[in-house]
């Protein structure tokens, strides 16, 4: 494919000594090679920074930058998008690999007119489980800015975009609509990649999907990532989109929400009294799946023990 665009890799790394060079070696392997390669290393307390220098030598198309304090991936994506001069940005992780067809398949849906594009990934957990999140094939998608606040924060969608993620490891974007939404906010730390798309979408945004899994996301855990970390943004995410919502829908998703943070942080007396509240009927009757699942993962840890 000769593609009119050009590109810009971005890979934010932090403490990723055992996956960064699986990572750089699937991006330095794409099909359409990149205009630079940019990577942010947000202050690394093991081998993450050697283990890219190996990388770096002699190649004057990969731009090696060192954060002076840790700022997390969102700030990191906006101090890349400053030094690069693509057209088009592509988010890799560093815990991730990517098909060597993943960029292609990025500029192809971008010259179809998408500004913001998503291809399919694969989890692969420690334990050998693995699990596809296939994307439906969808083009320069505008949707009524509801949907995807509805989808986003609440879980609920039609069957349009109910077969779509918005992960930003399996992402690209236009560099002028990057800029034109102001790139991600800072303040999130955790869940930048839903906000990032929510607001865009908000903006009039077009977005596209491919069903090609084209992403390797590894199931990797830390101290700055996991559910109960997860939860805290997502309520200051609801907070931020909560004009969109109704009261109902509002009071909705505060309870999912406290659900959610009881089980993580263990307060099983709490989780219980929030799963046999009025709030919660409504969510159940929405969202079945989820109250069954809440409640399968409490007697399982019951079971085993867990405190």
């Avoid at 590109?7 to 699937?26: G, H, I, M, P, W």
């Avoid at 991006?27 to 093991?46: A, G």
């Avoid at 390797?216 to 969109?244: C, H, P, Q």
């Amino acid at each position: 494919m000769n593609s009119q665009l050009s590109y810009t890799a971005v890979l934010c790394s932090y403490n990723a000594e055992q996956t960064v060079c699986e990572a750089l070696k699937s991006i330095l392997d794409q099909s359409m090679m990149f205009e630079e390669l940019i990577i942010i290393d947000d202050c690394s307390t093991d081998s993450t920074v050697s283990q890219i220098s190996k990388f770096t030598v002699n190649n004057s198309k990969i731009i090696f930058i060192q954060n002076s304090y840790n700022v997390g991936q969102a700030a990191s994506r906006n101090i890349a998008s400053k030094f690069a001069t693509g057209k088009v940005l592509i988010f890799f992780d560093d815990d991730d690999t990517s098909n060597n067809l993943r960029a292609e398949n990025h500029l192809l849906l971008h010259e179809k007119g998408a500004d913001i594009t998503f291809v399919s990934s694969l989890k692969a957990y420690s334990n050998g489980y693995k699990t596809e999140f296939k994307n439906n094939q969808v083009e320069n998608l505008t949707l009524i800015n509801i949907d995807w606040v509805h989808k986003l924060l609440l879980g609920k969608s039609d069957s349009l975009i109910q077969n779509l993620s918005v992960p930003t490891s399996t992402c690209s974007v236009l560099k002028s609509a990057f800029v034109r939404i102001g790139g991600f906010d800072e303040n999130f730390r955790r869940l930048e990649d839903i906000e990032f798309f929510l607001k865009l979408v908000l903006a009039g945004g077009t977005s596209s999907w491919s069903p090609r899994i084209l992403v390797t996301r590894k199931a990797t855990y830390s101290s700055d990532k996991g559910g109960n970390i997860d939860s805290t943004y997502e309520k200051i995410l609801i907070e931020k989109y909560s004009e969109y919502l109704s009261k109902k829908l509002y009071n909705l998703a505060i309870s999912k929400n406290r659900i959610r943070n009881a089980y993580f942080t263990k307060s099983r007396f709490e989780f219980l009294i929030y799963i046999c509240r009025p709030n919660t009927l409504a969510l159940a009757i929405s969202n079945p799946i989820y109250i069954i699942v809440g409640l399968k993962r409490l007697l399982h840890d019951l079971r085993k023990g867990k405190s």
